[in-house]
């Protein structure tokens, strides 16, 4: 009853093949190792996410420590060549700018920079938080780098 026809090319429980303890031992060690790299992948990732939006706030904060505001403009409004037509950015003009982010402005001369994190905000949105130690002070500088095009504002948060 519980053979089957061996005519068929069937065969019997009799018949299965011998357990290949190294066999299963290697298609065991094969599994661990794809989910291991499958979640260092998946957490490398997860860990980079805002890199590209936390570059951007770096190379900015790195030009206001050289005192470059001009470049450091350009950064913000990601328009390198932004002084060929300054027209196009009278909503926060250079001179604006320098009052906010130059030696008189909320963070004076900036001396030292470090990079504290970075966040998108809850339920999502545009851009990223990036915050920043600024010489050594207890309150955090929070700039917005949106995703779409690398400009920078202030930070709604």
Known sequence: MYAINYAMGSMTLLDA????EARAKRRRLIIIAVCVGVALVAGTIWYLRNWPEERVAEHFFSDLQKQNYE???GVWMHDPQWKQHPEKYAQYPYKEFYNDWGPGGEWGVIKSVELYGSAVPRGGGSGVVVEFVI???AEHCRVWVEKSDKTMTFSPY
């Open 71 to 73: 470049g450091a403009y």
């Open 17 to 20: 093949k011998v357990y290949d």
């Open 135 to 137: 010489n050594d002070r």
